[in-house]
């Protein structure tokens, strides 16, 4: 079982640039494929980045391909995501998610078993 605890979330202007990181405690971080969630008001939640538990392997949603970058430290448990030239879209509630299921071309929230609490970001125009 792991915790996970997102922080760095806040308000700014699009185009500017925001990191977020998340700190588990428990055993076996390694163990885990790590991944970046986002939920929009009204809106499903939606993948946004993963990584491999080696942090050999990054898979992006489109929409983000380009601009965010999801990185681990193992030794430090933490996973971070640096988000720049942010736009309004970006607006959401992040959430750090983790799985133990195998590395497969199929992303989807219900793969993952634990969650974050979630970290506000508010791009505004």
């Known amino acids: 079982q792991v915790q996970l605890v997102e922080s760095g979330g806040g308000l700014l202007q699009a185009g500017g640039s925001l990191t977020l990181s998340c700190a588990a405690s428990?055993?076996?971080?390694?163990?885990?494929?790590m991944g970046w969630f986002r939920q929009a008001p009204g809106k499903e939640r939606e993948f946004v980045a993963r990584i491999s538990r080696s942090g050999g392997d990054r898979t992006y949603a489109d929409s983000v391909k380009g601009r965010f970058t999801i990185s681990r430290d193992n030794a430090k448990r933490t996973v971070a995501l640096q988000m720049s030239s942010l736009k309004p879209e970006d607006t959401a509630v992040y959430y750090c998610?983790?799985?133990?299921?195998?590395?497969?071309?199929?992303?989807?929230?219900?793969?993952?078993?634990?969650w974050g609490q979630g970290t506000q970001v508010t791009v505004s125009s």
């Open positions: 428990g055993r076996s971080f390694s163990s885990y494929v």
């Open positions: 998610a983790a799985t133990t299921m195998s590395w497969s071309n199929y992303v989807s929230p219900r793969q993952y078993v634990y």
